[in-house]
């Protein structure tokens, strides 16, 4: 039993795990009904946690990409101006269009968003793979460059759309559950089945672990960092077009924005080292949960917005001083005194009762 | 005689450090049981044993790395506990590591004083470090400029630096773990007098090596463990070399004698047998700076040593035929038909594969686990779409762990805890795995203990046998002598001898590599 505990407490998502439900948790006692979830008339589902899936899908999209491309050493900053870009472009070309609620428009348009994001994702590759440079500055470039690009598309504009099939992606709902979540959960299970059931996932790490030894062993490092990269940018591409049909408009300045951040953030939390190599999906998925409870905290609890930042620090802190190796080195010394403590005190009495 | 008990320390001194019934457990290991070290002043005492025997363990726990189970250990008659290298460092208790830990990227200078920068209005004296450094290095006789970047110079000139680092804070003990693993004949005997000059200064010397004529020639006292328990503590002119291998592996070694026989058997079979077939030929391989044009070729089945010195071409030759550097001009063909070795995945199609000298940084990879080590390169060359079924890993890893005798508790502990001899087990098996045609070995036995080194020795005799090319490489010329069919001098990155060795002695190739004597009448295309 005491066996079980100490592996389940050394086991890398613990931590984030035990965060998550702190932070549910909190939530309960502040709105005692946070948990129950409600069906409307239609049949769809209603609920605070329904909203953190929904609203969590586009950074968790965004973070398994990230995932792949930060195991590889590499790190992409520029997903949030891709998102800026897809949403840009699929809503000019909805405006554009005579029959905005035509379904096969609105296919048209997110199609050529996604080719746009694939293209871009590709650039990001042909700098980190082809050229060489630090994945820092090569996606710097997309990332500053991207929000203006964003910007000639929308003319400057916030361009508003009224597409009753483009809205569906942002809030409506497929057997009651919402179209972001399910699109959140397709991706993720389909990433993990791309990389762990083919050999993509052992490369990847071999790759972030040590590229010479595997460039010797005859691994194609910069197909794979192509592939990551341009993986990247299409799941950020479609996590863009799910925040503009959510916010119904496009907004070059705001769509997306830190959402690169909030992606790093996830996967730094699920317990993927910057540094590269090992990678755990789930983790990310822990760590893009967090993420969205927390913003869903700040309103619950009624932090106030001015200090949502700093409430959002503190507890990415707390989890990452929780999964440090001098934290648990320290935790385990203490475990051991308290164990021994217990010894001494059971020889104690032992001793008395003789 | 009439002596005071007083002087009695003098004739035999009180340990420096002495560590009494040292027991340290591991989950499911007993690391050390119950071993006792001691380390006298002005002595050289070298720590042998197998690979697992318990040696680097033994070191950890002196330094602080590990804490120990039971025992005691004294410094100076005092007992000791340290809680990490930094404490045993300021104790007086100094380590140079076999992997060089140093940073490449700064100065020898900022190297030799790291930690302890001379210091003035709260920022670093840099003309006091410089000067300090100098000192320390002209102590040691050793003539580099302390502003140069250290990644500027070779190996043996780091592990040299990284002992400059150590004696600096006025060791009273220096550990030494295996300094000499990368350095070639002339660099060992710069590090021995560096040595000398510390022993006669009165400290204490520890020295793990894996080469017995090194341990002979510069160690006092041998201790050798063996399963993480004492054998015995010995003077060095009281141990018999044969002796000495039989304490540190627990049986008869006759493997490598008959090894050679058998190798030298079969060379005589094959020069009465059918001539085999060419399998990779290099017409005038050339690279700027690490190879002038060079021709090569080795047949199938047949071991290729490639004798020199460090820097003379052979590690650079090798690289090129695996393709892990380019070329900048020449041919190789593989039976025949001209091929390009631009990459190792060029390489690898052609069923050649490199397996570096630098199994840490370029071979294994170390996060991974002992499966996914060995099947990296056939997955690789499969391609990331056909991922190989998880039972065929399976069934790859428990062959390869069975048949190279790899120690690990299981396919799926990862490469980093294994020991240095069993990862270059694993490094040998992802090669093997691919089934190559031509395996390039460079120094393979460097570093690792004398049982592995029998098994690995004895694998590629088999492996030959059944028509692999083997190009070896090593810096033990024993070694190269008794494994090749033919051996390939290399000198100043031009090729001066190429000889089928019959009775050809460790003396004459010394002489061929120092000198280089390029007997035309030796220099015999082995096949032509």
Not at chain 1, 288 to 307: D, K, S
Not at chain 2, 28 to 47: C, I, Q, T, W
Not at chain 2, 256 to 270: C, F, G, N, P
Request: proline share 4%.
């Amino acid at each position: 039993m005491k066996n079980v505990l100490n592996r389940a407490v050394g086991h890398r998502l613990f931590w984030p795990l035990v965060m998550l439900a702190a932070l549910l948790l909190i939530n309960v006692i502040a709105v005692p009904g946070f948990l129950s979830i409600t069906v409307n008339s239609e049949g769809h589902l209603f609920g605070s946690i329904i909203d953190i899936l929904r609203n969590g899908a586009p950074t968790l999209i965004i973070a398994v990409g990230m995932t792949l491309v930060i195991a590889t050493r590499g790190i992409d900053l520029s997903v949030g101006s891709v998102c800026a870009i897809a949403g840009a472009v699929a809503s000019s070309m909805i405006l554009a269009s005579p029959t905005p609620n035509n379904v096969g428009t609105v296919t048209g348009a997110l199609l050529t968003a996604l080719v746009l994001s694939l293209g871009l994702g590709l650039a990001n590759g042909l700098l980190v793979a082809g050229l060489g440079i630090q994945p820092i500055i090569s996606t710097l470039i997309l990332m500053t460059a991207g929000r203006g690009i964003a910007m000639l598309i929308t003319e400057g504009q916030i361009i508003t759309v009224n597409s009753v099939p483009f809205a569906f992606l942002g809030s409506g709902f497929i057997l009651g559950v919402p179209v972001a979540t399910v699109a959140g959960v397709l991706i993720f299970a389909l990433a993990a089945l791309l990389t762990r059931r083919t050999a993509m996932g052992l490369l990847i790490e071999a790759v972030g672990i040590n590229p010479e030894a595997s460039r010797q062993a005859g691994v194609r490092a910069r197909g794979l960092k192509f592939s990551v990269y341009a993986l990247c940018a299409l799941l950020a591409g479609i996590a863009g077009l799910i925040l503009t049909s959510n916010q119904t408009a496009a907004d070059a300045n705001n769509t997306g924005l830190f959402i690169e951040l909030d992606a790093i953030l996830a996967v730094v939390i699920g317990g993927t080292s910057l540094a590269g190599g090992r990678y755990s999906l789930a983790g990310t998925l822990v760590g893009a949960l967090i993420i969205q409870t927390l913003v869903t905290t700040v309103y619950t609890v009624g932090i106030p917005p001015i200090a949502t930042m700093v409430f959002k620090a503190a507890v990415v802190t707390a989890v990452c001083l929780l999964q440090s190796p001098t934290t648990a080195a320290a935790l385990e010394r203490w475990r051991s005194r308290l164990a021994t403590r217990h010894l001494q005190g059971v020889a104690a009495k032992a001793g008395a009762a003789r | 005689m009439e002596e005071s008990p007083a002087t009695a320390p003098l004739e035999n001194p009180a340990p420096v450090v002495e560590m009494t019934d040292i027991s340290i457990s591991f989950p499911g290991v007993k690391a050390l049981d119950a071993v006792s070290f001691r380390m006298f002043p002005g002595e050289v005492h070298s720590l042998l044993g197998e690979n697992g025997a318990g040696k680097s363990t033994l070191i950890k726990a002196l330094t602080g790395v590990y804490s120990i189970d039971s025992g005691v250990i004294r410094l100076d008659g005092r007992k000791v506990t340290f809680s990490g290298p930094a404490q045993a460092q300021a104790a007086g208790i100094s380590t140079v590591y076999q992997e060089v830990n140093l940073l490449g990227n700064l100065t020898v200078a900022e190297n030799v004083m790291l930690g302890r920068e001379p210091r003035r209005f709260g920022g670093i004296n840099w003309r006091a470090m410089r000067k300090r450094s100098a000192e320390i290095l002209s102590g040691l006789h050793l003539n580099i400029d302390p502003g140069s970047l250290l990644n500027s110079h070779s190996l043996a000139i780091q592990q040299l630096v990284a002992i400059a680092r150590a004696i600096d804070v006025q060791a009273k003990a220096l550990i030494l773990d295996e300094p000499t693993s990368s350095l070639d004949t002339e660099e060992v005997a710069e590090l021995f007098r560096v040595i000398r000059t510390l022993k006669d200064s009165g400290v204490a010397i520890l020295f793990v090596s894996h080469f017995l004529e090194q341990v002979y020639e510069i160690s006092d006292r041998l201790t050798v463990l063996r399963n993480g328990q004492l054998v015995g503590e010995y003077l060095t002119e009281e141990l018999l070399r044969i002796d000495l291998v039989q304490a540190m592996i627990g049986k008869e070694l006759s493997v490598l004698d008959d090894l050679e026989a058998q190798v030298h058997s079969t060379e005589k079979d094959r020069a009465v047998g059918a001539k085999s077939r060419t399998f990779v030929e290099a017409r005038r391989l050339t690279r700027k700076g690490a190879i002038a044009p060079m021709d090569l070729s080795i047949d199938e089945g047949e071991v290729v040593g490639l004798a020199g010195l460090l820097g003379s071409g052979r590690t650079e030759l090798a690289r090129l035929l695996g393709g892990v550097d380019r070329a900048d001009s020449g041919q190789v063909s593989v039976h025949g038909e001209p091929v390009k070795l631009r990459t190792p995945r060029q390489a690898i199609k052609h069923r050649i594969a490199y397996s570096s000298e630098n199994r840490r940084s370029e071979g294994v990879v170390d996060e991974l686990s002992v499966r996914d080590n060995i099947i990296l390169a056939l997955q690789a060359d499969r391609g990331w779409l056909r991922p190989i079924p998880r039972k065929r890993q399976d069934e790859l890893a428990a062959s390869y762990i069975e048949a190279l005798n790899i120690k690990t508790p299981n396919a799926d502990a990862l490469v980093r805890n294994l020991s240095g001899g069993n990862q270059q087990k694993v490094l040998l098996a992802r090669w093997l795995a691919i089934a190559p045609r031509l395996l390039i070995l460079d120094e393979p036995t460097r570093g690792i203990d004398i049982g592995a080194k029998a098994e690995i020795q004895k694998l590629v005799y088999g492996l030959a046998e059944n028509g692999m090319s083997v190009l070896f490489i090593s810096a033990e010329l024993e070694e190269v002598l008794r494994l090749s069919n033919r051996i390939v001098v290399l000198r100043d990155r031009k090729k001066v001898a190429d000889l089928p060795n019959d009775g050809l002695s460790v003396d004459a190739l010394l002489t061929l590599i120092a000198e280089g004597a390029p007997a035309p009448s030796h220099t015999i295309g082995a096949e032509s």
